[in-house]
Nanobody
């Protein structure tokens, strides 16, 4: 059975860093697309990062571009999100997602697999 084990998160001060990771098991290796999403209280879920395709094409939301970096290890069905220069506005629940579908991938894709979410809190 498919299982997404999400790790990372926590509480940091502004300017700090965190790394989030997800390992997808019970599925074929080499998932085409991974995404990271976040949702703050009272707000809609926001797609913030995408990595897909054989060339590891990447996309970032303007809100995190230059501060966050998405990466993947296809051999391990793992995706990570390195978050630097964290700000209070980054406080949210963060979710990873993965999908085997070929071709272009964006945050609107109906991802097959989702992590359980982890809280990131940035405060002083």
């Amino acid at each position: 059975q498919a299982h997404v084990a999400q790790s990372g998160g926590g509480s940091v001060q502004p300017g700090g860093s965190l790394t989030l990771s997800c390992v997808v098991s019970g599925v074929p290796s080499g998932l085409n697309c991974y995404g990271w999403f976040r949702q703050a209280p009272g707000k809609e879920r926001e797609g913030i990062a995408i990595i897909y395709g054989i060339w590891d094409s990447r996309w970032y939301a303007d809100s995190v571009a230059g501060r966050f970096a998405i990466s993947r290890d296809d051999a391990k069905n793992t995706v990570s999100l390195q978050m630097n220069s964290l700000q209070a506005d980054d406080t949210a629940m963060y979710y990873c997602a993965a999908d085997p579908g070929d071709g272009y991938c964006d945050t609107a894709r109906p991802f097959d697999y989702w992590g359980q979410g982890t809280q990131v809190t940035v405060s002083s």
